[in-house]
């Protein structure tokens, strides 16, 4: 496989993608050096939805920061703020009951499904197969509708708090969910039939984007794109966090590494998920919602969280200083790591199969845009902490 | 009230039957636009207004507008803008779009559309339900159908645009003084 070059070599013809384009649907630019219809290097350039996040988050409190952090991503809000709240609920040492932690996995998993399922929609749209994505996006509004039931909102749920959760389930709508989840299931499997014989499809995915599980482990990769490549990596499995020890998930991998392996794993997670809101619906623990004392002033000390999000691991260190707010928050989100995969697997492939491999990671730029570069002609600055320190006293003075 | 002619009559009905739209995403968090696509698909369907989501900007005459015009997507957002044949209308979607929402004082957002394009049509939430989306498009139309103005042409219009750099404020770029909870904690900080 051919390594990645810069794009900015000037004897070769770069064909430039983004921000603004058709088969993205998020702000990204990406130069493809090609010789002829073969792409022998690829390059991106992040950083239009970069909106100060991290640094916001420092001027607010940690109540606040709850709702700003559960919108660095709209398709996997809650387990941006499941990372948050665990972080903190670890740092200030507060028990959350078993009951909360069953309703954060109920709710993670709901959000999995409803992830995987615009994801493959998607997919299947840039593949030209726009009847594939008209159904999946149909029967994606089942759980859109269960989300709304439980939580009131269908994107950003704010199901979690400090210490627990805000909503339980009825018995109405236990029954809603597990009915939900049979029709779904039926539906998957329909869906995986598809995907791994319909020819015109395997024609777009089969043995594109191959990426070896050497290469995945030496590039970081991680998520449904690792396991795609038979990378056994989940964080619900090796590290289990709020309800993953009681209701235990297997690991779905795939041998092949290409963009139909990553369909396969993607869709044969969603019945781990199925099986595991039935699970949790059905045999939901007594307790407390939430931890009847949670402090406003979390103790000094910093922490770690780590979470599987739909697109794999997330990624939060909070430090606190004893205050009613975060010193720093750092978020590292699963698309990053997985960037670097696809522009090394660009290479080789032809310019068509590209939307095809660029949504096949999943990407979620809304996610990853944590920093930008502002002096693109490569002139370097060095400001010293206490010149740096000053300067941000004087901008936001 | 002066009476439309026939001629404008017909040209207000061809563009109320089948506007074809753009989405941008100028640094939302990907709910308003998930929430739109959702709107394009079976359950609620915008095709039945004859409206398409469409790849190019040469080809639409609805730029439905997302985020909260980040620094970087400010200079995108214009020229697509700029790109739209006459006449053109913006519909800004989600809270961010319309003052920042959430992000409102983050240093890198601009916070509201209106700074940047002329809005058209503003559609709250975080993020509004697709029935919300349909909503808002439906009435810009209907306003569209019902105007008595004659479509004005606005491509010349001077647009503000802000460059990304390191320290606007030091090279006179933004002026607008919206920093003020990083203020106070720095002030805070410094007593």
Redesign the interface.
């Known amino acids: 496989m051919a390594t990645v070059v810069s794009a900015s070599d000037q004897s070769r013809f770069i064909v430039p993608i983004g921000?603004?384009?058709?088969a993205l649907?998020?702000?990204g630019h990406f130069e493809f050096t090609v010789d002829g219809e073969i792409i022998t290097g690829a390059s991106a350039r992040l950083?239009?939805?970069?909106?100060?996040?991290e640094?916001?988050a420092?001027?607010?409190n940690w109540t606040q920061c709850l709702?700003?952090l559960e919108?660095?991503?709209?398709?996997c809000?809650h387990i941006h703020s499941i990372a948050y709240c665990q972080g903190l609920e670890k740092l200030a040492d507060i028990e959350i009951s078993p009951k909360a932690r069953a309703m954060r996995t109920l709710v993670a998993e709901l959000e999995r499904i409803h992830s995987h399922m615009?994801w493959w929609?998607?997919a299947a749209h840039e593949g030209g197969f726009d009847t594939l994505?008209?159904y999946t996006?149909?029967d994606?509004?089942i759980v859109?509708d269960l989300l709304e039931t439980i939580s009131g909102n269908?994107?950003?749920y704010s199901v979690n708090v400090i210490g627990g959760v805000r909503l339980d389930l009825s018995p109405e709508q236990v029954t809603k969910i597990v009915s939900g989840m049979k029709k779904l299931e039926e539906r998957t499997k329909h869906y995986l039939e598809i995907v791994t014989n319909d020819s015109s499809f395997l024609a777009r995915t089969r043995g594109i984007g191959v990426m070896t599980r050497e290469e995945a482990q030496r590039l970081g990769a991680v998520g449904p794109t690792a396991r795609a490549s038979n990378v056994c990596r989940d964080v619900r499995v090796d590290a289990p966090y709020a309800g993953y020890h009681e209701y235990p998930v297997k690991i779905v991998t795939d041998t092949a590494g290409d963009l139909k392996a990553r369909f396969v794993v993607r869709i044969k997670e969603l019945f781990e998920s199925y099986r595991i809101i039935t699970n949790v619906a059905q045999n939901m623990p007594e307790g407390e919602l939430k931890a009847r004392r949670v402090p406003r002033k979390i103790p000094a000390g910093n922490v770690i969280s780590r979470v599987e999000a739909p697109r794999g691991e997330l990624f939060y260190y909070i430090e606190s200083g004893g205050g009613e707010g975060p010193e720093r928050i750092k978020v590292r989100t699963p698309t990053l790591p997985n960037w670097g995969s696809v522009l090394t697997m660009a290479a080789g492939l032809r310019l068509a199969d590209v939307p095809m491999l660029l949504v096949g990671i999943d990407p979620?730029?809304?996610c990853n845009d944590r920093l930008?570069r502002?002096?693109p002609d490569g002139k370097q600055?060095t400001l010293t902490w206490q010149q740096l320190r000053d300067?941000?006293?004087e901008?936001?003075? | 009230m002066q009476r439309r002619s026939i001629l404008d009559q017909l040209k207000s009905w061809a563009r109320v039957n089948s506007p074809w739209a753009?989405?941008?995403?100028?640094?939302?968090?990907?709910?308003?636009?998930?929430?739109l696509?959702?709107t394009t698909?079976?359950?609620y369907d915008l095709e039945r207004f004859g409206i398409k989501l469409?790849?190019?900007?040469r080809h639409a005459d609805i730029l439905l507008a997302t985020?909260?015009a980040?620094l970087?997507?400010i200079e995108?957002l214009r020229?697509?803008y700029t790109q739209m044949p006459d006449p053109k209308y913006v519909v800004a979607i989600g809270s961010c779009a319309l003052s920042g929402?959430?992000?409102h004082?983050?240093?890198?957002?601009l916070g509201d559309l209106s700074r940047i394009l002329p809005v058209d049509a503003y559609i709250p939430g975080?993020?509004p339900?697709p029935e919300a989306i349909i909503y808002g498009i439906v009435a810009l139309l209907n306003s569209v159908r019902n105007s008595d103005q004659k479509i004005t042409f606005t491509s010349d219009i001077e647009l503000d645009i802000a460059e990304?750099?390191?320290?606007p404020?030091e090279r006179g770029e933004i002026t607008q003084p919206n920093?003020q909870?990083?203020?106070?904690?720095?002030?805070r900080r410094?007593s």
């Open positions: 921000p603004q384009h058709p649907k998020e702000p950083g239009y939805v970069h909106r100060g996040i640094k916001g420092e001027s607010m709702y700003l919108r660095i991503c709209g398709i809000s615009l929609g998607v994505f008209m996006w149909r994606r509004e859109m269908r994107v950003n979620c730029f809304s930008i502002l002096n600055q300067r941000g006293i901008y936001y003075r | 753009i989405h941008y995403n100028s640094g939302g968090c990907n709910g308003c636009d998930i929430e696509l959702a698909t079976p359950r469409q790849g190019s900007p985020g909260p980040t970087q997507s995108p020229r697509i929402g959430v992000f004082g983050c240093y890198n957002v975080c993020p339900r990304p750099v390191l320290f404020r920093r909870p990083h203020a106070d904690r720095y002030l410094e």
